[in-house]
């Protein structure tokens, strides 16, 4: 009975609130480890109690499961429970008041606005060709300037870059779209670039009738355009040539400085939320550090008991 329950439950969070692969993958993964579990105990999803998910979870903590991953795994627990509660397939839900383990609040690792500048004046100059680095220029730009994930920034399709935009719409996580601004540097970066890149194109056209890329950053490989691993070693091979330790250099990092030096410089959390395309202010709420050390700073600097 627990399967029959796993199927119907990922096709509705693919369809009526369009949730990505990877995302329904996991979902199928974490379900059928608790529904094998059950199983074994001569229950399912059907006639589990509260105490039984307690104790699957207490469970996967004594085998030496990671934190993040059995907060997941309740996750998936608490979604299959309501929309079996929605369904009514049961008349109450055991996982309602069941307390999660929580994830550990990281912080994210960051630059400083000076790293980010060397970094931004070594993609200019990086590369064998002009065409690569006006590429490798528009690439770190674009990533700084919107604060994309590298998925969202490799795939971007070219009509969105046309025209000069203000603004670049992205397609993120699960189909949803979201606006970002862009400043006056990505844009001269982007138009620098853009003019490269169809001139390349029509002439791969004339001279051996390649059709052009619907790509930004078109490559040959099966993608069609650059690759997240091509990205991320082109980032390393900048960050070298801008005497930035490599190790502490990534698309996710530069993704992480672009909220931290928004916040820095006084940006709403919302805001921030909606740049970065997360689905709930929670996720977000992990750059509150830069937050709490700027009213730090401004009481001990301010506060008249807190002068010497």
Do not use: D, T
């Given at each position: 009975m627990s399967l029959d329950w796993i199927s119907p439950f990922l096709e509705a969070q693919a369809a009526e609130l369009n949730a990505a692969e990877n995302t329904l993958l996991a979902y199928g993964r974490d379900l059928k480890d608790v529904a094998d579990w059950l199983s074994r105990r001569g229950r399912g999803f059907d006639t589990a109690t509260r105490a039984d998910?307690?104790?699957?979870?207490?469970?996967?903590?004594a085998s030496g499961m990671a934190r993040s991953t059995r907060a997941r795994r309740l996750s998936s627990i608490?979604?299959?429970y309501r929309f079996a509660y929605e369904e009514g397939w049961r008349t109450d839900n055991p996982a309602l008041q069941i307390?999660?383990?929580?994830?550990?609040a990281r912080l994210p690792k960051t630059l400083s606005i000076e790293e980010v500048d060397r970094l931004l004046s070594s993609a200019e100059t990086h590369g064998r060709s002009t065409g690569d680095r006006l590429r490798n220029h528009c690439l770190v730009q674009l990533l700084y300037a919107t604060g994309m994930r590298v998925s969202e920034l490799v795939g971007l399709p070219v009509a969105a870059a046309r025209g000069n935009p203000q603004l670049l719409l992205i397609k993120g996580?699960?189909?949803k779209e979201?606006?970002?601004p862009l400043s006056?540097?990505?844009r001269e970066a982007l138009s620098a670039w853009l003019a490269h890149r169809d001139a390349e194109e029509a002439r791969l056209k004339a001279e051996k009738g390649?059709?052009?890329s619907r790509f930004l950053f078109p490559s040959r490989g099966k993608d069609g355009h650059l690759t997240r691993v091509r990205f991320f070693n082109?980032?390393?091979e900048i960050a070298i040539d801008a005497h930035v330790a490599p190790e502490r250099v990534t698309p996710h990092i530069l993704r992480h400085a672009f909220a931290t030096h928004l916040l820095e410089n006084g940006a709403d959390l919302r805001a921030i939320q909606t740049l970065l395309g997360h689905a709930d202010i929670a996720t977000t709420e992990i750059y509150t550090h830069v937050l709490d050390e700027r009213l730090k700073a401004l009481v001990l600097d301010n506060h008249p008991l807190a002068k010497p």
């Open positions: 998910l307690e104790a699957y979870l207490i469970a996967q903590e608490k979604q299959l307390a999660g383990p929580g994830r550990e996580k699960g189909g979201r606006m970002v006056a540097p990505a390649q059709p052009p082109l980032i390393k």
